[in-house]
Nanobody
Framework: QVQLVESGGGLVQAGGSLRLSCAAS????????MGWFRQAPGKEREFVAA????????YYADSVKGRFTISRDNAKNTVYLQMNSLKPEDTAVYYC?????????????????WGQGTQVTVSS
């Protein structure tokens, strides 16, 4: 059974940084893509970033490109989202997710497994 456990959320001032972690278990993830989504109050869940476990290639939503970096630690089976230059509009619950495959996945329905989410609040 796949389990994804996020951590690292919190309250930060605009311009600050946070690093989210997602500890993955229950599979050998070498053929998986790991993703981060976020959902602000009253809005739909939206794609943030993804990384192909094999090879480590990444892609990002335009809204976070240049500010956020997704990475993975093979030894720890953990995926990270380093968030810099945070803005109030980045405030949301951030979810870790995964899908078996290496295509280009940016839709909620593309993914099979989800974590419980971690709150990120950016104050102005």
């Amino acid at each position: 059974q796949v389990q994804l456990v996020e951590s690292g959320g919190g309250l930060v001032q605009a311009g600050g940084s946070l690093r989210l972690s997602c500890a993955a278990s229950g599979r050998t993830f070498s053929s998986y893509t790991m993703g981060w989504f976020r959902q602000a109050p009253g809005k739909e869940r939206e794609f943030v970033a993804a990384i192909r476990w094999r090879g480590g290639s990444t892609y990002y939503a335009d809204s976070v490109k240049g500010r956020f970096t997704i990475s993975r630690d093979n030894a720890k089976n953990t995926v990270y989202l380093q968030m810099n230059s945070l803005k109030p509009e980045d405030t949301a619950v951030y979810y870790c997710t995964t899908i078996l495959g290496s295509a280009y996945y940016t839709k909620v329905d593309d993914y099979d497994y989800w974590g419980q989410g971690t709150q990120v609040t950016v104050s102005s």
